[in-house]
């Protein structure tokens, strides 16, 4: 029991990670109706960043933040202005494959300017696990956690509060009426890449220092396709729901499947389940429903 | 207020819309724009908000402009948000509410243009004086409001602009008999209290007319007719093409229509 327990709440904890970089996509998702395959690799991309710059040495981690912070709204807006702005009303499938073209690009930029080796991303919180009521927790975990519940509800706040953010989601529902009102459509498609570059330093931070950072971390971009694809893709709450949903699965599939199969269940369970839950719910659990008045 | 001066739309660079639109909407009035389906008169509101864009439209000639506090602006090839900000605001065919925001969420984005708050709270509040019922529900997200309390969300959404003219473009349309009056008494109330001058494109003319000062009459990209408001409702092609009348207890016949020749004396 003490062992499900283990994998239950540290499931849930690297979930809550999952959630922080699905956010971003569904931000830009949500916003621009894009869908970015270059999420995990932004994520990479930030994780070096911070590791260079932690690296150097000039500058401690609280005065590393905001200025990993703001290059990656600055990389955010680049993008968007010179990548995606001129693929408007362009076919999906041409933006897809150019967010999946974008993923190499900064995967092969982030090797030539930093190297491929793998480098630390020390960030100053206790490798030995916490204990409790025979529970190992990982500091980094928790740290993860709390980081990822403060964006989160930061971003629920954004949405329903504040003017850009009701913005935001009119722009999602329908684009010319917003124009209609007076919002500008290109500033809110740039403001949600420059959002998602937040939400990709907060990931890049955490994944970064839990695997190491090297061009392989842009695969935690993968596992948001289960995430959001379970809990819906324009749902921030569902990404949420997704993350704890995937964590959760995968630790007690790793946990009880690996010993019989010898390991690596936990890279493919989430795909099952999120093969099964579009059996039933194609929109995800908390997916917009399209609202159709009789 | 409100001039287009011979404007001619394009869309996709190749098929014109409006072949030579001229329309005087003078402050504090109603002039409506009539006509059947195809006939222009969405894209002459849409022209005239700039969000011809996102269709491939494009004003290729003419000019359409605005009376500012000092003289006439021209206000065609500028960006829909500065249009808004200059006091035009439009509210589209077929109510376009955002669905998945709530009432009250739908207003504030209609604000979105304005910095101060507490007077956005304040034409909350007379919004929500105009249409009791959007009060009552203005948690409810707005894709599950009916039309007729979407229409009043649309023209809702609009006032919270602060418009100096408003383009409403078929407010009727699909609403029950009595809600379109409902709508149309609030319109002229909205002109009457406000002074929001008001374009009114509508194919419910009768209605449209008794509203209005001034009505104009579209055909295949043009205006074909127009004059005061009480005359057009007297005119004898009006009444039989638009308002579906003709002489009392006379029978008839559709071969004396002549449709042909009444539409091109118009045209000539």
Redesign the interface.
């Known amino acids: 029991m003490e062992f499900f327990f283990d994998l239950t709440v540290n499931g849930l904890l690297v979930g809550l990670m999952y959630a922080l970089v699905a956010v971003g996509f569904v931000l830009i998702y949500k916003a621009t109706s894009v869908i970015n395959f270059a999420q995990g690799d932004l994520v990479m991309f930030a994780a070096y960043g911070a590791a260079v710059m932690l690296g150097l040495g000039w500058m401690p981690l609280w005065a590393v933040i905001p200025v990993l912070a703001t290059g990656m709204v600055a990389l955010g807006f680049v993008l968007e202005r010179g990548i995606l702005r001129p693929l408007i009303g362009q076919p999906v499938i041409s933006v897809i494959m150019v967010t999946i073209g974008l993923a190499f690009v900064l995967q092969g930029l982030a090797a030539i300017l930093w190297k491929a080796g793998t480098r630390e991303l020390p960030l100053p919180v206790r490798v030995e696990p916490y204990v409790v009521g025979g529970v190992f927790i990982s500091p980094i975990n928790v740290v993860a956690a709390v980081t990822a519940i403060l964006s989160l509800v930061a971003f629920g706040l954004f949405f329903t509060r504040s003017r850009f953010g009701i913005a935001m989601r009119a722009v999602a529902d329908d684009q010319q009426a917003s124009m209609t009102v007076g919002i500008n459509v290109r500033r809110v498609f740039a403001l949600s890449w420059a959002i998602a570059g937040i939400a990709a330093a907060a990931g890049g931070l955490i994944w970064g220092n839990m695997l190491g950072v090297d061009t392989f971390l842009a695969l935690v971009g993968l596992k948001v396709f289960p995430v959001v694809i379970l809990g819906g893709l324009d749902s921030i709450l569902g990404a949420i729901v997704g993350g704890l949903i995937v964590g959760l699965v995968e630790s007690i599939a790793a946990g009880y499947l690996d010993p019989y199969v010898g390991g690596g269940t936990k890279d493919f369970v989430p795909y099952v389940l999120m093969i099964l839950v579009l059996f039933v719910r194609p929109h995800g659990f908390f997916g917009r429903e399209i609202i159709e008045r009789v | 207020m409100l001039r287009l001066n011979n404007v001619e739309v394009v869309y996709d660079r190749s098929i014109l819309v409006l072949r030579g639109v001229s329309v005087e909407v003078p402050e504090g009035t109603i002039v409506t724009l009539l006509g059947s389906n195809g006939a222009g008169k969405s894209t002459t509101l849409k022209a005239i908000?700039g969000?011809l864009g996102?269709e491939r439209g494009e004003v290729t000639t003419g000019s359409i402009e605005l009376k500012g506090r000092d003289g006439w602006v021209r206000i065609d090839h500028r960006?829909?948000?500065e249009?808004?900000?200059m006091g035009v605001?439009?509210?589209?065919e077929g109510r376009?509410?955002?669905?998945?925001?709530t009432a009250e969420?739908?207003l504030?984005?209609?604000a979105?243009?304005r910095r101060d708050l507490g007077a956005v709270r304040r034409d909350l509040d007379l919004v929500y004086q105009y249409f009791p019922r959007l009060a009552e529900r203005r948690r409810t997200?707005a894709?599950?409001l009916?039309?007729g309390e979407q229409q009043m969300l649309a023209i809702g959404?609009?006032l919270?602009?602060q418009p100096r003219v408003m383009l409403l473009d078929e407010p009727s349309l699909g609403l029950a008999p009595m809600l379109v009056e409902e709508i149309f008494e609030i319109v002229k109330r909205l002109n009457q209290t406000e002074g929001v001058t008001i374009l009114l494109v509508e194919q419910n003319a009768a209605m449209a007319l008794t509203i209005a000062e001034h009505g104009s009459i579209m055909e295949n990209g043009r205006i074909v007719l127009d004059g005061a408001a009480d005359t057009l409702q007297n005119n004898e092609d009006i009444k039989e093409f638009y308002l579906g009348l003709s002489e009392v207890g006379a029978r008839k016949s559709y071969r004396d229509v002549k449709h042909y020749r009444r539409r091109k004396r118009w045209l000539s």
């Open positions: 908000a969000i996102p960006l829909p948000e249009i808004v900000r605001v439009l509210v589209m376009r509410v955002f669905e998945h925001l969420e739908n504030l984005a209609g979105h243009t997200r894709g599950y009916s039309g959404r609009g919270m602009s």
